[in-house]
C-alpha cells in the first residue's frame, strides 16, 4: 500500500508568558507518512485517531522541563499528548484487537501511531450509542473532574449557595447543572454576554459576566458561599474567601489565572479566613480517581446525558490542522464549550 | 459580711499594630470589691474563679469589633473571658451546685462573677485527680485542638512526614508526641534554643530554632511533609506548600505570624500547588467539636496524662496581677509552656 499521510501537532516553542501563538509555540506539521499495512508492531496495536479533546492543563505542560508540576512537561518537536479516542487498525497485542475502541490520556496527537505499553488505556463501549466526541467532554475528563469533585468534595446541602468560575465552560457547565439537580443556589461566573445566556439556560441562579460586572459587588450581594468551585485561582480565590461562609468548602480545580502570567504572579492576601471560617479545600486532579470512580460515573452519567438531564455544550473542528487553533482557544476566552478535533468519524 | 476585693484584668485599648503592651493595652485593676454573702443571684450562680488560661487566640479577639472574625471582639473596659476553672460558691440555679467546680469559655477575667447562662461552662469531674492547671493545658482546649486536629485531619500513617511549628508550644508539643506515637518522622520548628531542646525530648526526629536556621533549608533536606501542623501562617506556610508532598494534608490551627502585622500583611505565593499537589487543607477551631468530641477525649488524654506518656510544659504564675504579663509572653515568644493563671487552690 502507498504512504498515507502521517500529521501530527508538535510543541515547537516554550511560550514565556501569555498566550500560546498557533504556528509557533505549536505546528501542525504533514510532513510524515506512515505504510499502515507493513509498520511494524512489535507485540503492540497500530491506531488511527479519531478525535483529540484539548483541554486547559495542557498550557501548563507547555513550559521549561526544569519546572516541576502534577504532569511532566512536553517535550520540544514531539506530538502534544493528551485524552483522545482511537480505533485498533492492526494489533499483536492481547490486550486490544482488530475494531477495538480505545479511550485515554497520553494518547499523540498524530493521526497514527503504534505502541505496546496500554498504560492509562481502555477499551470504551458505547453501549448508549452516544456520540464519540461526549467521550472526551461530558463523558470524558472535563465530565469526570464534575462528577468526582462534587461528590467527594461538594458535601452539598439543599439550600446552600455555590459560586461556580469558568461556568459555562466544560466543567463548570456541569457544575452549575450537578447544584441545581441538588437544590443549591447557584452564583456562575464567565467570560461573556454568551456564556451568561448559557449558564442562566443551564439553571444557574446568578449569572454574570466578570469582564462587566464587579465579582466582588455579586458575592457581597447574593453571597455568602458554602461552596466555592475554583477553575480560575488568583484575585477571584481572594474574593471567595472573603465572602465564603463558615465551614465552607473550597474545591480547586483549576488556576487558569495562573497559567498566563502576563507578570508578577497573583498573591493571596485572605489565607487566615482559612481558619477564621474553618475552611476545607481539596485539590482535585481527576485521575487521581479514574480507577476508583469510573464505572459509577460511566453509569451514571451516560444516562443522565442520553435522558437529555445534563445538557453540554462541544466546539467541534475537523482535522488536526485545527488543532493549535483549538488550543489556543482555551487561553484566550474565545471557546464556548468542550474543544474537540474530529480526525475521522471511523 | 465585709467587702472582698473583686480584681479584674480589663481590656483598655485596641493595640495598632505589633506586641500588645502590659498595663497599656490590657491592665489589672483592683479597685472593684464584691460582697459575697449578700450578692443578689437572681435564680444564676455565684462563681471564684480559680484558674484562668491565656491563649494566643485571645490576641484576635482584641481588635477594632468593625473587622470581623470568628470570635467576637473583646469590648473595651470590660474584662478579658476566655478558658477557665471556677468554684460555685453558691447557686439558685437548678445545674450548677455550690461546691461544683465548672470549666469552660467566655469566663471574665474576675475573681468573682454572677452569672445565670450557663451556655459554654459544664461541670468537671477530676476523677483521675489531676491538678487543675492541667484542666486548661493537655486536658483543655489546646489539647483538645491537638487530639480533635490529629484524629480528624491527619490521616496519618507510619513513615510519613509531618512539619509541626510552634512545635514547642501547648498545641504543637502535642502534636508532635501523637505523631511519634503513630510512628510518623516529626519536623519541628520553635524560636529558641530551650524549645529546640524540649521539642527534641518530646521526640521530634529533626528539631530546629527557624531563628538560626533556615526553615526553607531544612524543609528541602528533610522533606517533602506529608502532614503540616500550621501554627504560624505567612512565609512558613509558603514553604509547607513548596515541599510539600502529593497529597499532603494542612492543618490550619493558627496563624500567629497574622495577628501581629507590623506592615503589610503577608501575601501567599504558592497557592497554585493546592492542585499541583492536591493538598487537603482544613481550618481547625476545636468549640466546633467539644460537644461530639469531649467525653473521647477526655478518656483517652486523661489516661495517656495520669500514665505518663503525654508530656506537658506549664507556665503558672499566680495571682491576677500576673495575667497582662502572661497575656503579652503569647506572642513575644518569651512562654515555654501553657500560660496558666492561678488565683485560689480551692
Known amino acids: 500500500m502507498s504512504p498515507t499521510r502521517n500529521a501530527r501537532h508538535i510543541f515547537n516553542e516554550i511560550p514565556k508568558a501569555g498566550l500560546i501563538e498557533p504556528g509557533k509555540h505549536t505546528v501542525y506539521d504533514a510532513s510524515q507518512t506512515i505504510d499502515l499495512d507493513n509498520v511494524p508492531l512489535n507485540g503492540g496495536f497500530l491506531v488511527k485517531t479519531l478525535a483529540l479533546s484539548l483541554d486547559p492543563y495542557m498550557r501548563g505542560r507547555m513550559r521549561d522541563p526544569s519546572v516541576k508540576s502534577y ?3 512536553y ?3 514531539q506530538p502534544i499528548t493528551g485524552y483522545g479516542i482511537g480505533k485498533i487498525v492492526r494489533s499483536e497485542h492481547d490486550t ?7 479511550y485515554g490520556v497520553g494518547m499523540p496527537h498524530e493521526e497514527y501511531w503504534v505502541r505496546a505499553d496500554t498504560t492509562l488505556l481502555s477499551v470504551v463501549k458505547n453501549e448508549l450509542n452516544l456520540p464519540w466526541s461526549t ?12 462528577y468526582v469533585g462534587w461528590k467527594e468534595y461538594s458535601n452539598a446541602k439543599p439550600g446552600e449557595t455555590v459560586f461556580v468560575t469558568t461556568a459555562a465552560g466544560a466543567v463548570g457547565s456541569l457544575v452549575v447543572q450537578l447544584a441545581k439537580l441538588q437544590g443549591l443556589k447557584v452564583i456562575a461566573s464567565s467570560g461573556s454576554n454568551d456564556k451568561v445566556a448559557f449558564t442562566r439556560e443551564l439553571g444557574a441562579d446568578v449569572a454574570f459576566n466578570y469582564k462587566t460586572e464587579s465579582t466582588k459587588e455579586v458575592l457581597e450581594r447574593e ?3 458554602d461552596i466555592y468551585w475554583d477553575n480560575v485561582g488568583g484575585e477571584v480565590l481572594d474574593l471567595a474567601l472573603e465572602y465564603s461562609n463558615v465551614h465552607a468548602r473550597f474545591i480547586e480545580c483549576g488556576m487558569a ?3 498566563n502570567p502576563s507578570g508578577e504572579p497573583y498573591r493571596l492576601k485572605n489565607f487566615t479566613h482559612f481558619i477564621a471560617k474553618r475552611i476545607t479545600l481539596h485539590g482535585l486532579l481527576v485521575i487521581d480517581f479514574f480507577a476508583t470512580h469510573k464505572d459509577a460515573f460511566y453509569a451514571d452519567f451516560s444516562k443522565l446525558v442520553k435522558e ?10 475537523r482535522g488536526l490542522e485545527t488543532a493549535p487553533q483549538a488550543l489556543r482557544s482555551l487561553s484566550d476566552g474565545s471557546n464556548t464549550g468542550k474543544r474537540v478535533v474530529v480526525l475521522a468519524d471511523d
Open 71 to 73: 504532569s511532566p512537561a
Open 75 to 77: 517535550p520540544l518537536g
Open 96 to 102: 486490544f484487537k482488530t475494531g477495538d475502541y480505545i
Open 135 to 146: 467521550y472526551l467532554g461530558v463523558l470524558g475528563m472535563p465530565g469526570m473532574t464534575a
Open 223 to 225: 453571597g455568602p458561599i
Open 257 to 259: 489565572s495562573a497559567y
Open 308 to 317: 437529555g438531564t445534563l445538557k453540554y455544550k462541544e466546539d467541534v473542528t
